[in-house]
């Protein structure tokens, strides 16, 4: 099918330039995140948790993706990293390319850690590879424990999975086996069971944010 | 841009469909709703409250899109009324063909209702018109309150919105003015506060649709 096809192509040149964006980032020593997950999932809210306990130690860097608006890359820039906006207006996910122009704002050479913040999306953010290193999906209580199930492609390709909102857990009906068998099912992901509002589980996800990075 | 130039073509073809689609609900003088909104927002729960509250006065159809598993549309069959399950097998939005592929396992004749659940995506699904009468948003409380600034595309081409899962405004810093001002930046939409858990408000939906399908 024609359609299939050019898409296959747009994919093939995201590649090509994801790998230019990794030589970067090799180049430098930069470790790079790809946060993905749901709107409202709670991925700022994890990089403002994870900046507030590592930037003593680690220059850490933040490119925020959004279809519209600058307000999270504002929350992250109170913080005093470093963090640029790319503004999609109206595309689903962010690709190689808007991460490489997003680059020549940074000195690569002073970031130890980029985090790079994805659209709010579930889907479409999982086909398209960035240059980073891993890929973590946020994923959060109040959106039921069928996401894994319901969404296997994004959990497929994630190095590691963090449940956000924990501390609601007695609000929902939410097996947490059964989330977590359907991870697994996906894959031998690292599961961060945390609350980014109780910091609750917080240093786990450190952790291995640290072992990963070495 | 040669990709824009394809995705144009792709949206010319889906809009056809699209007029087809609208020409058989309205040969057999079905009301169609495309539901959509973000993973866990709520959209089948949505539509089991107002299955058990319409089914016995009016007769309702169901197509679920998911990408994978046929969850939803199971506790959909549960009620008694048709459902058809359209798995997209990675597809980020349902589109009009496979709309027109559904229609064919129903007896539109019989049906004066029929509700599309989309694939949970607060992006790409609304680019894709269906054939539908109205297009409905739900989004939820623990989504946070900028949904409507940060997805503006979606609120954007909706006919109204559904604030669900309102029982939970305590535990979340959610500034429901914020909400409502910026989904009518968005167009003058009609906003419906309800919790599918209590049943709060689902009255004043029910009755927007019973007036909306005359």
Redesign the interface.
């Known amino acids: 099918m024609k359609?299939i096809k050019?898409a296959a192509s747009?994919l093939k040149v995201n590649d090509t330039i994801a790998l230019e964006n990794q030589a970067a980032f090799r180049d430098n020593n930069v470790f790079v995140v790809n946060v993905m997950g749901?709107?409202?999932a709670g991925k700022t809210s994890l990089l403002l948790r994870t900046i507030e306990a590592l930037k003593d130690n680690i220059r850490i860097g933040v490119i925020e993706g959004?279809?519209?608006?600058s307000?999270d890359a504002e929350l992250i820039q109170a913080t005093g990293v470093p963090v640029v906006q790319i503004n999609t207006e109206?595309a689903?996910h962010l690709d190689a390319m808007m991460i490489k122009m997003a680059l020549t704002h940074f000195n690569l050479a002073e970031i130890d850690l980029l985090f790079i913040e994805n659209?709010?999306?579930?889907?479409?953010p999982a086909g398209f590879r960035l240059g980073e290193n891993a890929r973590v999906v946020v994923s959060?209580v109040?959106?039921?424990d069928?996401?894994p199930?319901?969404?296997?492609?994004m959990f497929r390709i994630a190095d590691g999975v963090v449940l956000n909102?924990i501390d609601?857990l007695h609000?929902f009906e939410f097996n947490i086996n059964t989330f977590k068998e359907d991870v697994r099912r996906a894959g031998e992901l690292p599961i961060f069971e945390v609350s980014c509002k109780t910091k609750d589980g917080l240093s786990v996800w450190l952790d291995w944010l640290g072992v990963k990075k070495k």
Request: charged share 20%.
């Open positions: 359609v050019v747009v749901s709107p409202g959004d279809i519209a608006t307000h109206g689903c659209v709010g999306n579930l889907v479409c959060s109040p959106e039921g069928d996401k199930k319901k969404y296997p492609g909102k609601l609000a």
